[in-house]
Nanobody, 124 residues
Framework: QVQLVESGGGLVQSGGSLRLSCAAS????????MGWYRQAPGKERELVAD???????NYAHSVKGRFTISRDNAKNTVYLQMNSLKSEDTAVYYC??????????????????WGQGTQVTVSS
């Protein structure tokens, strides 16, 4: 089992910045892509950004140029630096990690794990 623990959410004024962190722990063998998703009230969960184990990144159009995703593979941690925050960024932010367990035989398929979510509220 893998656990993901997020931190860094909170209340910030429009135009401000926040940095989210998500640390993976537990029986870790290989973590692949890690990412951040968000869900606003009454809306579906959406991808904000993700990053492969090799460092390739992917961003939602709405956050490009404002948010930066990064990771520290040695610490099994992913970060989301959020600048120029807008009221529409208000949501619960969830960390996601793709993990593959160690196998002595047929390789296991990767499994997605989720954090508990952290609230980000941007006041206008």
């Amino acid at each position: 089992q893998v656990q993901l623990v997020e931190s860094g959410g909170g209340l910030v004024q429009s135009g401000g910045s926040l940095r989210l962190s998500c640390a993976a722990s537990g029986s870790i063998f290989r973590i692949g892509t890690m990412g951040w998703y968000r869900q606003a009230p009454g809306k579906e969960r959406e991808l904000v950004a993700d990053i492969s184990s090799g460092g390739s990144t992917n961003y939602a159009h709405s956050v490009k140029g404002r948010f930066t995703i990064s990771r520290d593979n040695a610490k099994n941690t992913v970060y989301l630096q959020m600048n120029s925050l807008k009221s529409e960024d208000t949501a619960v932010y969830y960390c996601n990690a793709e993990h593959t367990a160690q196998s002595t035989g047929v390789p296991y398929l990767p499994v997605d794990y989720w954090g508990q979510g952290t609230q980000v509220t941007v006041s206008s």
